[in-house]
Structures are given as structure tokens and as C-alpha cells.
């Protein structure tokens, strides 16, 4: 039997946190070599200001 904990969250997002690919240099996608990551989604951009502050997010 394990411990169980009550976490009381601030907020909760709901919908899907993404990964947003962007190429280093202009041109047709296909001769690219580098791209770099960054995150992406609307309620992902929302839940990170208030976690800043040091609310629990959920």
C-alpha cells in the first residue's frame, strides 16, 4: 500500500502541449538540415506564466 498525498492544483489546463519544429535557414523544407524544438499550444503558453509564479498547475 502506498501513501497517498492530496496535491491541491491552482489551475488546470486542458488540451494538448506540442513540439513546434522550426527550420535554421529560409528555403524549401526538404533541404533543411537543422531545425530547432520549441514548445507549443495555447494552454501549454497559458499554464507557464502562473508556474513562473510558483502555482501549482495541473
Not at 8 to 17: P, S
Not at 20 to 35: I, K, N, P, R, Y
Request: net charge negative.
Amino acid at each position: 500500500m502506498t501513501a497517498q498525498t492530496n496535491h491541491t492544483l491552482d489551475a488546470v489546463t486542458i488540451g494538448e502541449a506540442m513540439a513546434m519544429f522550426v527550420a535554421s535557414e529560409c528555403g524549401d523544407l526538404a533541404g533543411v538540415m537543422q531545425f530547432s524544438k520549441r514548445i507549443a499550444g495555447a494552454e501549454l503558453s497559458v499554464a507557464i506564466g502562473p508556474a513562473c509564479l510558483g502555482l501549482n498547475i495541473g
